[in-house]
């Protein structure tokens, strides 16, 4: 079944303690991306993926870090989590960019509910 | 940079009736996204218009981009209890950046 997977699915923390959430896809998409989503601000892209080793940020990037080592996995670490990185995550990924003549269906993984305390 | 908005922010409806919901951008959109997420889940894919004057059905939901394509509608017609959710619409930009915004989404309630 294609899916984008993401773990862990609720995750409680506290302030400063480096957490990772996993992302996978199982549809060799080149494109990987992370948002966050939030009450009144809606989805917000944090970073993006155009391929392996090429990443860029997206219009929330501060106190996040990506990489992608991978094709099929675009982890999200949070190297020093704060209270306002609460918030819902989700990763999502495409077969490409989406943006001028050509648009691409962004597949959506489940979400990762982060509470930071 | 480019927006997206919404409206209506929350709508209910009684079981059978039709809605329409907006998307509205600030620019050109460019390949239109309309996705539906129940609460705290994840987003489903329901629709991609890319084409000014574009038209596409899935089952009761019919979504279109106007001519001028800086606004898309969302159609749901005889309204059921299962199509309760928030509604998403996303835009890519004029080029292929890979950067995606959305809308902040309207949340759709039908009585029984």
């Known amino acids: 079944e294609a899916q984008v997977t993401q773990n862990p699915r609720y995750l409680i923390t506290v302030t400063g303690k480096k957490l990772t959430v996993t992302c996978s896809q199982n549809?060799?998409?080149?494109?990987m991306s992370w948002y966050r989503q939030d009450p009144g601000l809606g989805l917000r892209q944090i970073y993006y993926?155009?391929?392996?080793?090429?990443?860029d940020k997206g219009d929330v990037p501060e106190g996040y870090k990506v990489s992608r080592k991978e094709k099929r996995n675009f982890p999200l670490i949070l190297e020093s989590p704060s209270p306002n990185q609460t918030s819902l995550y989700f990763c999502?990924?495409?077969?490409?960019?989406?943006?001028?003549?050509?648009?691409?269906?962004?597949?959506f993984g489940p979400g990762t509910r982060l509470t930071v305390t | 940079s480019q927006e997206l908005e919404q409206s209506p922010q929350s709508l209910i409806v009684q079981e059978g009736k039709n809605l329409t919901i907006n998307c509205t951008s600030s620019?050109?959109?460019?390949?239109l996204y309309w996705y539906k997420q129940k609460y705290g889940e994840g987003l489903i894919f329901l629709m991609m218009?890319?084409?000014?004057?574009e038209e596409k059905s899935h089952e009761k939901i019919t979504a279109k981009l106007d001519e001028k394509k800086q606004q898309s509608s969302l159609h749901i017609t005889a309204s059921q209890p299962s199509h309760a959710g928030i509604y998403l619409c996303?835009?890519?930009?004029?080029?292929?950046?890979?950067?995606?915004?959305f809308g902040q989404g309207t949340t759709l309630q039908v009585k029984p």
């Open positions: 999502a990924s495409s077969l490409g960019l989406a943006g001028g003549s050509r648009s691409y269906e962004q597949y």
């Open positions: 549809m060799n998409h080149e494109y």
């Open positions: 993926s155009m391929n392996v080793e090429v990443t």
């Open positions: 620019k050109t959109l460019y390949g």
């Open positions: 218009l890319q084409k000014g004057g």
């Open positions: 996303g835009a890519g930009g004029s080029s292929n950046t890979g950067k995606l915004i």
